[in-house]
């Protein structure tokens, strides 16, 4: 933050608190490195702990509506048990990682609209505790899921929107208590069968698992389906595979299934597709060969002075990944800007309703 926060919860004079991220842009399983910076008030004080809380919303199912809570995902301890005398300029530098399944907030320099999360720094003063600063973070998607992003828009795949929905997917391995999905209108050449996509990242330290959900058009005596694969890629993968045509062939491969398991009437049963690079079956679950270590991607800085965007979903945003011409990225317009991110999370957060790490 370029201002101090006043700690208005230990009353006139309390110190004040002032978080400065060294680079608020970064990727899944970085550190996020800066310092927190406290100013004494009129009187001494004895500092329980300074901790840092990454914060985002998550749409959460509810009894009679779906509503949006801020949930915080990972808490980190910068100090504890020191004494701020009236005046003292006090300094606590910090390293955190960042869970390898935050969920991404921009691509190639633009927000995903619906996406915001800020990290909280959490003063406690002899038992009483003020969330004080809050600072905006920027979180890249790791150069293997650039690589995907990137070919959903070049296949004319059209970006719906994105959210984080609370829950567990069954058969991978997460880390969080939600998972984010970014949703997209179906490109020409699928929509004969599919309706809409939405894709799901869960990273580790070795690869990403990536969770597709299809949803199928319905015909004249059938409603519509929903198809779902999964598929283990490397960090390793993200420079030597044709990432178009991979996600050709997941897309056709789950067309193939389901002509398969929903055969037209009087017609046979045509033989599975399978996936490149030695995935597993469509639906299956398996990994495929070479698992690599990211190394060596430096997180990019982040563009200031986005367009207004308060709504989550916005259809007509164009492609989120629709690819790089000239260097630069198509299809996104839209977002949150930097001040926009404390409107997203609004007045509720001490509602969260979120697993500490």
Avoid: C
Avoid at 15 to 23: E, G, I, R
Avoid at 260 to 270: E, M, Q, V
Wanted: hydrophobic share 35%; glycine share 16%.
């Amino acid at each position: 933050m370029v201002f101090k926060k006043m700690l208005g919860a230990f009353g006139v004079g309390a110190p004040s608190v002032d978080t400065v991220l060294t680079n608020p842009s970064t990727r899944p399983g970085m550190l996020l490195g800066g310092q927190v910076n406290l100013t004494g008030g009129s009187y001494d004080v004895e500092l329980d702990h300074v901790v840092l809380g990454l914060i985002t919303r998550v749409e959460v199912d509810g009894a009679e509506a779906d509503h949006d809570a801020t949930v915080e995902f990972h808490r980190a301890t910068v100090a504890g048990g020191l004494r701020l005398a009236p005046g003292q300029q006090l300094t606590l530098p910090f390293q955190i990682p960042l869970p390898w399944q935050t969920p991404v907030t921009d691509f190639y320099g633009q927000p995903l609209p619906g996406m915001a999360l800020g990290l909280r720094t959490e003063v406690a003063i002899r038992g009483a505790v003020d969330k004080g600063d809050l600072d905006p973070v920027y979180v890249h998607p790791l150069p293997v899921q650039e690589r995907i992003l990137a070919a959903f828009g070049q296949l004319g795949f059209q970006f719906k929107g994105a959210d984080l929905e609370r829950g567990q997917i069954a058969g991978v391995h997460q880390t969080l208590p939600f998972y984010q999905e970014i949703e997209y209108f179906a490109a020409p050449q699928y929509a004969h069968g599919v309706t809409e996509v939405e894709l799901t990242f869960l990273a580790d330290e070795h690869g990403v698992d990536v969770v597709l959900e299809f949803d199928r058009r319905g015909g004249l005596f059938s409603g519509g389906h929903d198809t779902y694969g999964r598929y283990r890629v490397s960090h390793a993968d993200a420079d030597r595979l044709d990432w178009v045509a991979e996600v050709d062939q997941w897309v056709r491969a789950a067309l193939t299934q389901y002509q398969t398991l929903h055969p037209a009437p009087g017609h046979g049963h045509p033989g599975y597709a399978q996936p490149g690079h030695g995935q597993p079956a469509y639906g299956q679950p398996g990994y495929g060969p070479g698992y690599g270590q990211p190394g060596g991607y430096p997180p990019p800085q982040h563009s200031y002075g986005h367009p207004e965007q308060h709504e989550r979903r916005g259809p007509g945003m164009g492609a989120v990944a629709a690819g790089v011409v000239g260097g630069a990225a198509l299809g996104m317009a839209g977002g949150l800007v930097a001040g926009e991110v404390f409107d997203a999370f609004g007045d509720d957060e001490g509602d969260d309703g979120g697993e500490e790490e």
